[in-house]
């Protein structure tokens, strides 16, 4: 072959090369835009008419309705969803179902039978102030009350007459009534009893809480009013660093969030269902809310995420998959994880549009979550630098 055929021929071949991988590129677009269409309209048809995406308490087979912590979740995730009358109408709805669940001007909670909760009020707080809802400085106040020694954000919200009298018991005599319809075995009604005894509430009443201590393992937590975790603390500081709001313990949670996820303390999030949720929140705070105080973690996180990946470029189940893909880009990754995770989540969606149900919390998830995180994932891949 002579010279000039030979660089004729190199010339042909890596303009094939080109055009073969612009296509491919604009094929993997229209996959991704067509995905994320058909996911927007299940979450349409999901949301309900007062705005509220259900929770469903998938061990037990039961919707869990008025509880913010969902919907909260979802108006989020698809605040990635850009220039989209669907997701924006969404958000809108999202927005009063959110205000109408307020209590007291102020708080939320998980459902009527949990205790009010700084997680879900956080939460609720910072996706109103993405939608350009304020939050009153006097309820800002007023949940700044609720931190220990250390200014970390207590779970519970208590000091106030309608929770207490709702979530104590007047003595023990009432607790052991109530820890005997519940079968708990001699043994462990006994260190309930002895807990108890240690962490008497305001008043001396006992926390009805504590029968909630007996774990898979039999060991008591710590789970009383008092109790302290990552998922609030995440929540608070996206809540406060989005706003541009100041408070006088932020490098007190910054340094307790990042210690956790360099000591791999991934329990410090109890409610979250598997570690990738709690990446999920931490990465959120620090990109979309810009926290930037929890870099290092961040680090950590992307060592976790790529080193755990599995062959098929999935993290375990479809939420899990999902959330570490959006950690991943929130982290700023932008190796081959990411195209190997999007394919992945890709390959999981269902016919009518959504993707399976998860849990997200311990027993509570639905196929909405999963469906608004994975195209949380979609869009911002999509959009990351350009890259498609």
Request: proline content about 2%; aromatic content about 12%; overall charge neutral.
């Amino acid at each position: 072959m002579g010279r000039k055929n030979k660089a004729g021929f190199l010339l042909v071949f890596f303009a094939f090369t080109i055009l073969s991988g612009a296509s491919t590129e604009l094929a993997e677009k229209e996959k991704i835009e067509a995905s994320i269409e058909n996911g927007v309209r299940f979450l349409r048809a999901g949301q309900l008419e007062n705005g509220e995406f259900l929770t469903y308490n998938l061990k037990l087979g039961k919707e869990l309705k008025r509880s913010p912590y969902i919907t909260s979740l979802i108006m989020h995730s698809i605040a990635a969803v850009k220039n989209n009358a669907d997701t924006e109408e969404i958000r809108r709805n999202g927005v009063a179902f959110l205000l109408s669940a307020r209590e007291n001007g102020t708080f939320w909670r998980f459902s009527k039978t949990f205790p009010l909760d700084t997680d879900d009020t956080f939460l609720s707080m910072y996706a109103l102030a993405e939608n350009g809802i304020k939050t009153d400085e006097k309820s800002v106040e007023s949940l700044l009350r609720h931190r220990n020694r250390e200014g970390l954000f207590f779970l519970w919200i208590t000091n106030t007459t309608a929770e207490n009298k709702r979530f104590q018991f007047p003595n023990i005599d009432h607790l052991n009534g109530f820890t005997l319809k519940t079968n708990i075995s001699t043994e462990d009604m006994k260190r309930v009893k002895n807990f108890a005894e240690d962490n008497l509430g305001e008043d001396n009443l006992y926390y009805s809480w504590i029968l909630e201590l007996i774990g898979k393992n039999k060991t008591l937590h710590k789970q009383t009013f008092s109790y302290v975790g990552c998922e609030e603390n995440l929540n608070a500081l996206s809540y406060f660093s989005f706003t541009n709001k100041s408070f006088d313990s932020h490098d007190a949670v910054c340094t307790y969030l990042k210690e956790s996820m360099i000591a791999r303390n991934y329990q410090c999030c109890m409610y979250c269902a598997s570690p990738y949720v709690l990446f999920y929140l931490y990465t959120r705070a620090y990109s979309d809310a810009r926290a930037t105080c929890l870099q290092e973690g961040v680090n950590i996180i992307t060592e976790e995420l790529v080193k755990n990946q599995g062959k098929d470029g999935c993290w375990g189940s479809p939420l899990d998959t999902s959330m570490a893909t959006v950690s991943l880009i929130n982290a700023g990754y932008e190796g081959p994880s990411l195209k190997r995770a999007v394919s992945c989540i890709l390959a999981r969606q269902r016919g009518d549009g959504g993707w399976d149900k998860d849990v997200i919390a311990p027993a509570d998830g639905s196929r909405e979550i999963t469906t608004a995180v994975s195209l949380e994932a979609l869009a911002k891949y999509e959009t990351q630098d350009g890259k498609i």
